[in-house]
């Protein structure tokens, strides 16, 4: 059984001019996410700025995701935070809440043995829903390598890796040690992990271009190759933004050129600078021209 197939959307959390989150646009997006093709949605994650929001703001969250999808769609509800304890609650809310899954990084506020990762991981299982760990040794302390997944696959509900390593050899290294579903972690290396056996990818620019990254995954999925390179050629200078600290910030914005602005990010993340603003342009209109003209 795949779990996390094709375009899953990390989803991000719109917030209005005041910097209050914008749940009536939150459910709007998501409803316009699934009415473009996407397969599911992951809420919230590190696009939906999860660590800026209050609890009861990311409470409100979830819910509202999968209010609005109302079944047609698996959501993934992002779990992580600062202790194990805090996890499995939020793990607990997205069980009440109807979600389908969880997504989680290992510890994430110092350097965890292995013993301790496999104790977490247990704790968030012992919850019942299904797991996928969230691999992001740049960001993090953990790096969950091949053969530490075969290990934490003994888990009951763990089920996948989001790898965000941006190492396209782990994908075929995991599948050789284990029978883990793998997710692309990363905008631009979608195509290479999808060639790699990737069951899917959680994706931050389908935020914004939903209908074109579906159509990659599909003619990847119908051999169609060559076609897909052209389409994802064109995509990559976006793309390549999804593997940059900015990436929030360049989704937003990219959101505002198609005409469905989100607001700004919260602090610490503080929105693109004029210069910024015109390369994520360029890009986009890069995008949007070959994608008309080839």
């Not at 696009?47 to 993934?76: F, H, K, M, N, Q």
């Not at 763990?158 to 579903?181: H, N, P, Y």
């Not at 937003?252 to 469905?260: N, P």
């Amino acid at each position: 059984m795949v779990r996390f197939p094709g375009i899953q959307v990390a989803i991000i959390t719109p917030f209005d001019s005041s910097g209050e989150v914008d749940y009536a646009r939150l459910a709007e997006h998501t409803d316009w996410l699934i009415e473009n093709g996407v397969h599911g949605l992951v809420s919230p994650g590190s696009c939906g700025e999860y660590a800026t929001l209050t609890d009861e703001e990311r409470r409100r969250v979830v819910e509202t995701v999968i209010e609005a999808s109302d079944g047609r769609v698996p959501v993934t509800a992002g779990v992580m935070a600062p202790s194990t304890a805090k996890t499995v609650a939020w793990t607990e809310h997205a069980k009440q809440a109807g979600a389908e899954a969880v997504m989680a990084l290992p510890p994430i506020n110092y350097n965890p043995t292995r013993r301790e990762v496999l104790a977490y991981y247990q704790a968030i299982s012992d919850v019942g829903l299904p797991i996928a760990a969230y691999n992001n040794p740049h960001d993090t302390a953990t790096d969950l390598t091949p053969e530490f997944l075969a290990e934490l696959s003994g888990i009951e509900n763990f089920v996948a890796v989001k790898d965000f390593s941006g190492d396209v050899r782990r994908i075929t290294r995991i599948r050789e040690v284990c029978d883990l579903e793998v997710i692309v972690g990363v905008d631009d290396l979608a195509l290479e992990g999808f060639l790699a056996g990737a069951t899917g990818c959680i994706a931050g620019f389908a935020n914004a271009l939903p209908r074109e990254t579906v159509e990659l995954y599909n003619l990847v999925q119908a051999g169609e190759i060559e076609k897909a390179w052209e389409l994802y050629r064109k995509l990559l200078p976006l793309f390549r933004y999804d593997s940059t600290p900015l990436l929030v910030q360049a989704i937003k914005y990219t959101m505002e050129l198609v005409g469905r602005p989100a607001g700004e990010t919260r602090p610490p993340r503080l929105f693109l600078s004029e210069e910024d603003q015109r390369a994520v342009k360029r890009a986009f209109e890069y995008f949007a021209t070959t994608r008309t003209t080839g």
